[in-house]
């Protein structure tokens, strides 16, 4: 690329212009280096007109001898300060700005602690001061230099007694060498001059004092008419800082000693008082009756039974050890001693209020200070303040009682001790704050709120005791320590580990003779079980599922009791639909029990013949009503079977259980676990008090971690703890003593609508055949089989008849039914039969509304083979829905377990068929078939019909019309 030159000559810079710049730019450098590298001085002087301090900072050259020369440049202090890099470095340099440009009148607080940073002088500069005496002007000549150093404060004032007036004077003890007051240079208003070392005064009364002296020639006479009021007003304020001595007083006798109650011990006391957002701390010695401040400089004075006065040596080693005992509990205060030394008005320590009532802090050193015989007072004068000034004092016992452990808490804050109520109450607020009776708050340990909690949570209050009951054992080894358990409940403990953990050396108990039954071993095992729980009291949970024969295990267990206890009324609470079961149960396998079935509008309402019985049977609907004077009789035993219906803590079946009274209770259920762990809750807090805690703490440790957070390690816990209260069985657990096929039936009671319907229908029927001979009625079996099956409809469901009249949807067997699905239906897969395809729809639209999947299969079902495959290998399909006609035959479905036949066939081989749908070759579960039939009704007459009358019910090609003509006119009277 060219270059034109003469371009190149007419864009030539023009350099000369930026030569002042540089020049300029150098000798800032130059400058820059200069400050640096010169000594720096900080010289005292005077104002000029105004005759202050002025402090300066200054560079300067020295000559060879170490003298300062000319020129000396005064420099900015503030200049520096963002150079320095530690607190006293700071501090010196903002201290020499306060003085340069000072107008500021008289001695104040902030150019004392200026003064103290400079002469701290962490550079190590020479100071100097200007000697107007060699003139005027400041420069090198006018320089002399000094030393600068705080003054610890060594005054004392001398009062003589002279005739009839006192002669006062002053001396200053200054580095080993007294000083008469009146001979003392006072300079710059701050400092004591001896030679070329100024002394810095902190406290600026101090310069008052000397100043007076000297103006005195340190001599202060004072009449004795008006000495007491100078002593009074003057020497005793001087007296906390400065220490007088008053020759003319003579040191106590032994007499005057003893007289005065000087003998005994010094007390150690700390007065608080508060200014402003400050609370003060004053310890005060008391020598016999005088209370002296420990910080200051009083003398003992006091007046014998005579009225002559002498005077006492202080305890000097006693008050500086009660001054460290303060000191060291709070750095604050640690460095607030330099000033009381220096400041005529401090006698006392200090500290924000906000840190001083912070409890974590002034309880410990309340704490420490009275350990050392240290007495706080005034505390609770302070404002707004009702905070106890003690620590709690906690004392735990637990003893045994006789269902229970009885523990006996005790807190006490000094000889205040707090009711247990309280305690609960705070603890159940979660405060650490608990009302004492003096009205006064104590603060709780913070280490002790969770232990608290939890004994409350384990435990009942019973005046001022807790009750943990027995079967919370193991978390009362868990929650107490060794020492604080007495030796009995020790024993209790170990005994109860022993025998639960592995139900070692259980007794075994032969079945009772009233039994009419042969019970399978695991049977025999749950009645064994069920005693041992009694030996012990406590109370549990039958958990085996449906069909193991749960209430045999209790008719056993009931008749075994004979024995035991004299008082054996038991109360058996179950669902409306098992009332008739379990009358039904007791007749066949316990007839020798005096049953009293405590339901229906016909009921007793009475308690005062239950002694008379062995069992009162009642339906949860009816305890409800029935609970006023329920609740005030207490039963040997409580059974609750179907026990799922209290796990929900709010219903009002749940609290009108736990007003009943008894000496144990136990729960039947073969789902204590239906939608979550909390199910178990309700259940087992009525059947073991106390096992689980308060609601609340068992929502938070087990039933939420475990329900949304799968805590395994949580599942762990909580399986253990209530292992030795629960038993369940599954069928595949006890399948070898199980037989293939398990057949049981529930019996349903209608509801008021229900039965009437029934009875309406019934009725009209009755009449037709009592109205008509035997040989009409064999002409009209049409008209009397249509009202026969209509009869079986309604005990199904009424609204199978809607097509003819509205009659409702009330249905005891849906409600049952729907209510075995749901809770069989997680677990197990159902097979439901039902001559009636109207009925089959029903349960559809209900299983339908639940999200239930299933498959349906009627005669006019056209893909069969598609509808049973959906069953039998859909894992999700759990419900199979078939016509008794349809699927009586031909179908393999090893799938199911569980078989429900809604409705009785007159033939019970067409019945056998339907359930050997299940129970076929491949088949590995135990099939449980489970027939539902209306009590009082048709239905349970067609039942007792299939075991007198076999012959008629055997022979599987006959119709329902042969049936029909085979019966009488009685027999079908009896019939309906």
Known sequence: MMIDNQDFDKEKPDFERLLPIINQQKATTLNLVDDHFLPKIVIFSRHKYYRHLVVELANVAFTQSGKPKNPIKILDPLDFVWKAEKQDEIKFYTGISRFKNNYSEGRNDTEVAALKAIAKNPYQVKFYQH??????????????????????????????????????SGWLHLANKVYNLED????????????????????????????????????VVIDRVDYEDFQQNILSHLEEKIKINYSYLKPATQKQFIEQGFDLENEQIIYLTESEDFVLLTPVMRYGGLEIPVISKKQIQAKDKRGKLFTLERDEDKELQFITNIAKMHPYFEEQIPEFSEQLHTDCFYMHRKHFLAPEWFLTAFEAWRSKGIAILGFNNLKNNKLSAYQAKININVISGVDWFETAIKVKFNKQTVSLKHLHKSIRNKSKFVQLDDGTTGILPAEWLAKFEAYFAAAEIVEETLHTPNVNYATVEELYETELLDVESKQRIELYKTKLAGFNNIATIAVPEGLKATLRDYQKEGLIWLNFLDEFNFGGCLADDMGLGKTIQVLAFILSQREKHAHQTNLVVVPASLVFNWQKEIEKFAPSLKLLTIYGADRAKVAKDFNQYEVVLTSYGTLLSDIKFLKDYRFNYIFLDESQNIKNTDSQRYKAVRLLQSRNKIVLTGTPIENNTFDLYGQLSFACPGLLGSKEQFKQIYSVPIDQFKDAKRATELQRKINPFVLRRTKEQVAKELPDKTEITIYCEMGTQQREIYESCRTEIRDYLMGNPENELTK????????ITKLRQICNSPAILSKEKNYGNASAKMDVLLEQIENKSTNHNILVFSQFVSMLDLVKEQLEQRNIAFAYL???????????????????????LISLKAGGVGLNLTKADYVFLIDPWWNPAVENQAIDRAYRIGQQ???MAVRLICQDTIEEKIMLMQETKKDLASDLIKTDEFIFKSLTKNDLLELI
């Open 184 to 219: 003392l240079i006072l300079k710059y208003q701050y400092f004591v001059q001896v030679k070329n070392h100024f002394y810095l005064i902190s406290n600026p009364h101090f310069i008052h004092v000397i100043d007076f002296f000297k103006k005195q020639q340190n001599n």
């Open 780 to 787: 009209s079996s049409m008209h009397v089989l249509q009202g």
């Open 858 to 880: 009627t005669g006019t079902t056209k893909n069969r083979e598609e509808v049973v495959n959906s069953f039998q290998q859909n894992a999700a399909v759990k419900v199979f």
């Open 925 to 927: 579960n135990n099939v």
């Open 131 to 168: 000697d107007e005496k060699a003139g005027s002007t400041l420069n090198a000549s006018t320089l002399v230099e000094i030393t600068v150093v705080v003054l610890k404060l060594n005054l004392e004032i001398n009062v003589d007694e002279r005739g009839d007036s006192f002669a006062i």
